[in-house]
Structure formats: C-alpha cells, structure tokens
C-alpha cells in the first residue's frame, strides 16, 4: 500500500511539472557522439542539419504530447528533441529540458542556426525546448498541438522565449 500511494504520487508530480522534470535516462549530463545512430551529421554543415529536421518533422508530424513520451504514438518537448539529436544527428544528449539548456554555448537570438536548441519558459517552474530550423522556425513537441512546427515570432513564443544554446561537437 505504502509503494502504491509512493508511486501515485510521484505520477501526480510528474504532470505537475511538465516536460522540464522528467526523469533522466542518460548517464551523462553532456552530448555524446552515437556512431550506430546512421552516422553522425558535422552541426556546422547547416544544409544537412536543416535537411534532417524537416525529415524528422515529415516523419513525426502530430504525433501527440505527452509527457515521458519517447515514441511516434505519444512524446513530450524533451524526449523528442533527444530522439531527433540521436536518430537524425548522431548525438546523444540528456533527456531532460533541465540538462539540455546546460549544453553547449548561449547564442543570442538574431543569431540563431538550424540545430540550435531554444528553451522558454513556459509557466513558473516549467521549460520547454525545441530546435531551430530556419527563418524564426522552430521544431518541437507542443503539449496542444503535437509535434509541429512553430514561429518566434508568434506571440506566445515571443513572449515566453528564454535563451537558446548552440552544440559544437
């Protein structure tokens, strides 16, 4: 009785606090080079980098939210954004918003590159990352809408923005 009111009540917290607190499943906290993903893609080679986010995107269009989602019936911010890094780009990266806004160096906004993770607070303890495509356009898994993309520049996003981090391996 004593583990099932434990474990009820850690499911309750866990959809309290969004996306940002999923458990981590990675031991490091820093991205690794996974050779077995199908190759690794060079981040600075951006055409490539944009190529594989919109197959990722044609790939996992709608797929729903959820949160500690790791597959195409249901994936939340986080997860998706360690799934494309990992099946598209060859890196491995921790599965957490909270560990992934910790990589790699800040980049301001003006001077955002496909590949680019940005992060926004989305609520008062909660984040939400995705990744940068093009032209204000960012990829990522929308707790309303599923995995989408969306524009900066769009009010809401605008408003909630926080910082975006770039990976240079």
């Known amino acids: ?16 606090t969004g996306c940002a607190h999923v458990p981590e499943r990675v031991a490091s ?12 893609i060079d981040l600075s080679d951006l055409e490539s980098v944009r190529s594989s986010l919109y197959a990722q995107y044609d790939e996992w269009k709608g797929t729903p939210y959820q949160l500690g ?8 911010c986080s997860g998706f954004i360690y799934i494309t890094f990992k099946s598209k780009l060859g890196l491995i990266l921790p599965r957490s918003t909270d560990l992934q806004v910790g ?14 993770l940005v992060f926004f607070k989305t609520g008062k303890a909660l984040r939400h990352v995705g ?10 898994a929308s707790t309303k809408q599923g995995v989408i993309i969306s524009d900066l520049n769009n009010s ?14």
């Not at 009785?1 to 309290?16: D, E, F, P, R």
């Not at 990589?103 to 680019?116: F, M, N, Q």
Request: no cysteine; charged share 25%; glycine share 10%.
């Open 1 to 16: 009785m004593k583990n099932t009111l434990w474990i009820a009540g850690l499911g309750i917290a866990m959809v309290l």
């Open 156 to 169: 809401y996003w605008k408003s909630a923005y926080w910082t975006a981090k770039r990976l240079e391996m």
């Open 131 to 140: 990744v940068y495509i093009e032209e204000s356009k960012f990829l990522h």
């Open 69 to 76: 989602g790791m597959s195409k019936n249901s994936v939340d």
């Open 29 to 40: 906290s820093s991205a690794q080079v996974d050779k077995s993903a199908g190759g690794v």
């Open 103 to 116: 990589l790699g160096i800040s980049v301001d906004k003006d001077e955002l590159r496909p590949g680019d």
